[in-house]
């Protein structure tokens, strides 16, 4: 499931376009007053470059299961756009699984983030475009993702089948990060990569935190 909304790193420009991989992720926020309709994080702010962590066993088998098999009865379509990709759409999933997102899952992934990130109740979070794409080995303008950053304040992933199924995959970070845990700014080790070895991984980040996908070298990915 994947968050849609991205900064071009050519020219900075943020715009509504794809992205290979399968994320559920936070769009543009506001504040829950409404005083202005959206304060979105400024460049500066640390929580946008929040440093990437994975917890696994976040979703059951049972429910990666659930979500598949509603993504795929809802079909995988492509779509027109900077970064191609082939997802289903959230809004084409059946009610039942809309809601188990919904009332279940996101929950459950905003309460992490906001722990570890920073965000505080006043800070109105919201997803934008949830999606499950598949990466496939066997279409090349499918297999994987370019360097970007997004410009949403969070994004997140859930893999939602066994990693036996495919070879290849994960996550590449680059530049600068912030680690709430100790207060402190670095810049990411060379190849730095985050690749879950079971289904039901989750793996969250800062928006702006520049990253890639891994490409998918034999199999299919589901996130």
């Not at 900075?12 to 559920?24: I, S």
């Not at 899952?105 to 794409?133: Q, S």
Request: include cysteine; charge should be neutral; charged fraction near 30%.
């Amino acid at each position: 499931m994947r968050n849609i909304f991205y900064r071009d790193k050519k020219d900075g420009t943020a715009r509504v376009g794809g992205g290979r991989g399968g994320t559920l992720g936070l769009g543009l926020g506001g504040r829950r007053d409404g005083s202005d309709g959206c304060r979105c994080l400024e460049s500066d702010d640390a929580r946008a470059v929040c440093a990437p962590t994975a917890v696994e066993g976040f979703l059951d088998d049972d429910a990666t299961q659930r979500l598949l098999k509603a993504a795929k009865s809802a079909t995988f379509k492509s779509k027109d756009e900077a970064f191609a990709t082939k997802d289903a759409d959230y809004e084409r999933l059946d009610v039942e699984t809309r809601k188990y997102v919904r009332e279940e899952l996101w929950p459950r992934v905003d309460a992490l983030m906001r722990k570890r990130c920073g965000f505080g109740e006043e800070d109105f979070i919201t997803p934008y475009r949830v999606v499950v794409t598949e990466y496939s080995a066997g279409k090349a303008e499918f297999k994987r993702i370019e360097r970007h950053a997004d410009a949403g304040q969070m994004t997140f992933s859930v893999l939602l089948n066994d990693p036996r199924e495919f070879q290849g995959g994960g996550t590449r970070f680059f530049g600068r990060v912030w680690h709430p845990e100790n207060d402190t700014t670095t810049t990411l080790p060379e190849n730095y990569a985050l690749a879950p070895r079971e289904a039901g991984t989750l793996v969250f980040h800062g928006g702006f935190v520049t990253h890639e996908s891994v490409s998918v070298r034999e199999g299919t990915r589901y996130l």
